[in-house]
């Protein structure tokens, strides 16, 4: 009887664990699934745009140049990986097993959320290396400014440890010689292609800068040209990847095509430039320097976005180049990239206005005022004052890492500046101040949804902090931003001075304690962007880019 009892109790027993197993791993699937599930859903927050133009305008020989470029493209864009990521791209990516984590990596150019304060979203990794893989990972600030080497700040070398654990730089072009090689020998194909003389020269001398380092001749002959259709962005360009000091720059590719009748309607503007400058509200020893009168203004439309330019979020407008000599000696370009632009107001941009401003208000919130905030973003990097006034070198080397947030807070008010200025010149007859405006704080709702990590993140904090500062906005009595139009070019006028007076002074202590107390995001704006999240309102747009996409 007792052994009957027993067999029967294990007959139980063993039901119950398979019960319980069954149950057990049911579970675990469901958590896997619904794992899975929130990761598809930060891809989802992604809206996808076909980059398409009208290719009609283009010969023959420039749509047999464009699988060329977007060849080159492609290769900045696995140099990028390597800047930003010390494991092979293909060996991170093989480790990711969910299919939605693995796209999500892909947009993100690594395991970290760019729009989400670089928050690690794979297991295993830790906060994003401020120096990205441009320094060795045990590397301290003290130690690198302690170390003597006259090429450890260029912005196209690494650091590397050596095997006696000392520090070294290497030219980008010997540690990417691979793919560099490469790419030089793709543009100089495309070169041959290339019908416009100043496309012709610009490819072939950057062509050859890929290979040595020196930009210089090649930026300079991208100022020159004027008459070309075709546009290639292409290098080692912006800064904002290197966190750690902001020497080091990172590859990208922008294949463009110009809208030549777009592009007529701006390039009066640039013509201004010198005036303008001398109106800055600002002391005249910070605006001494007379910008560059060769700047020019042009609509494009983007076909093919790689590399530093494609991750996280997508840029609409380029202001090139960078390097401070070239722009003393012929400005910078402006490329509004009018496509992109196109999506990110109509997807994103309209219906966060709708979520946060007045009702009152929305009225002035209109796709032409993002289009002139965004040009003259980018005409303001060209403004202001490049060197100190005090012999501390130039602004970039004297703010060291706060050096990109200052200029994009500049860029962001005096974009405004000039639209007010212009408005009221009656340059611009087709907007009103008031539309600059409100649709310049919905902007800033834009950019900060993202958190305050990044070099844009942090501007658009310390803007809308001096705007609240100074009443430049209210509410109205459902909550919503209501902005208060005579305070808030008061504001605009202080905050541009604020900003030319730091980079004017090298001020690096000044600002950077500045930026810690003013380049966060509170809690009522907080509240009011969980209000966006719960909206499911796409974050940002991903691209269906290549030939077939074209229709090549």
């Not at 009018?338 to 709708?354: E, G, R, S, T, V």
């Not at 459902?478 to 070019?489: A, I, N, T």
Request: proline share 3%; aromatic share 10%.
């Amino acid at each position: 009887m007792f052994r009957r009892l027993t067999l029967v109790a294990t007959i139980v027993l063993v039901v119950a664990i398979a019960f319980t197993s069954c149950k057990s791993k049911q579970k675990n699937q469901q958590t896997d699934e619904n794992q899975v599930s929130e990761m598809q859903k930060k891809v989802n927050a992604y809206i996808s745009v076909k980059l398409t133009t009208d290719l009609s305008k283009l010969t023959g020989k420039e749509k047999q140049m464009i699988p060329i470029l977007m060849e080159v493209a492609q290769i900045m864009d696995d140099l990028f990986w390597k800047q930003t990521l010390a494991e092979p791209k293909d060996e991170f990516l093989a480790k990711i097993t969910d299919t939605a984590a693995r796209r999500f990596a892909e947009i993100n150019y690594g395991p970290w959320d760019r729009l989400d304060d670089n928050k690690p979203f794979i297991d295993g990794f830790g906060v994003k290396p401020e120096g990205a893989n441009y320094y060795p990972a045990d590397m301290t600030k003290e130690e690198f400014e302690k170390w003597k080497d006259p090429n450890k700040q260029n912005l196209y070398t690494v650091i590397r440890r050596q095997a006696d654990g000392k520090l070294k730089s290497i030219w980008f072009h010997d540690e990417y010689a691979g793919g560099l090689k490469k790419a030089s020998e793709l543009l100089l194909q495309a070169a041959e292609l290339a019908e416009d003389s100043g496309l012709k020269n610009y490819l072939t001398l950057r062509a050859k800068a890929l290979t040595t380092s020196n930009y210089f001749p090649s930026d300079m002959a991208w100022m020159d040209m004027k008459t070309n259709t075709i546009d290639f962005v292409v290098g080692p360009i912006e800064n904002y990847e290197d966190a750690l000091f902001g020497y080091k720059t990172a590859f990208e590719g922008a294949l463009l095509v110009k809208d030549k009748e777009w592009s007529q309607k701006l390039s009066h503007f640039a013509a201004l430039l010198p005036e303008l400058q001398k109106q800055l509200p600002v002391d005249l020893k910070y605006k001494q320097e007379t910008p560059g009168s060769n700047s020019d203004l042009n609509a494009y439309d983007i076909i093919y976005n790689s590399g530093h330019a494609n991750e996280g979020s997508k840029t609409i407008a380029i202001n090139l180049p960078n390097d401070e000599k070239v722009q003393l000696a012929k400005g910078s370009r402006r490329l509004q990239l009018k496509n992109a632009m196109k999506a990110k107001f109509d997807y994103i941009l309209m219906p966060i206005a709708n979520e946060l401003m007045s009702p009152d208000q929305i009225k002035n919130v209109k796709f032409d005022a993002f289009f002139s905030n965004v040009m003259f973003h980018e005409v303001a990097h060209g403004l202001g004052i490049k060197n100190t006034i005090n012999g501390k070198g130039n602004t970039r080397e004297a703010l060291k890492e706060c050096y990109s947030s200052i200029e994009e807070a500049k860029a962001d008010i005096l974009g405004l500046f000039l639209a007010t200025k212009l408005i009221e010149m009656g340059e611009i007859k087709d907007l009103s101040i008031e539309d600059c405006y409100v649709t310049f704080m919905a902007g800033i709702f834009r950019s900060v949804r993202f958190g305050a990590a990044s070099a844009h993140g942090k501007a658009n904090m310390m803007c809308f902090n001096l705007f609240e500062e100074k009443g430049a906005f209210t509410h109205d009595a459902d909550g919503k931003y209501l902005v208060d139009f005579s305070k808030m070019k008061t504001a605009v006028d202080e905050w541009a001075s604020i900003i030319l007076q730091f980079q004017g002074e090298g001020d690096y202590e000044g600002l950077k304690a500045y930026i810690a107390k003013n380049g966060t995001i509170h809690e009522k704006l907080q509240k009011d962007l969980d209000q966006i999240k719960e909206a499911n309102i796409p974050l940002d747009i991903v691209y269906e880019q290549g030939a077939k996409v074209l229709g090549l």
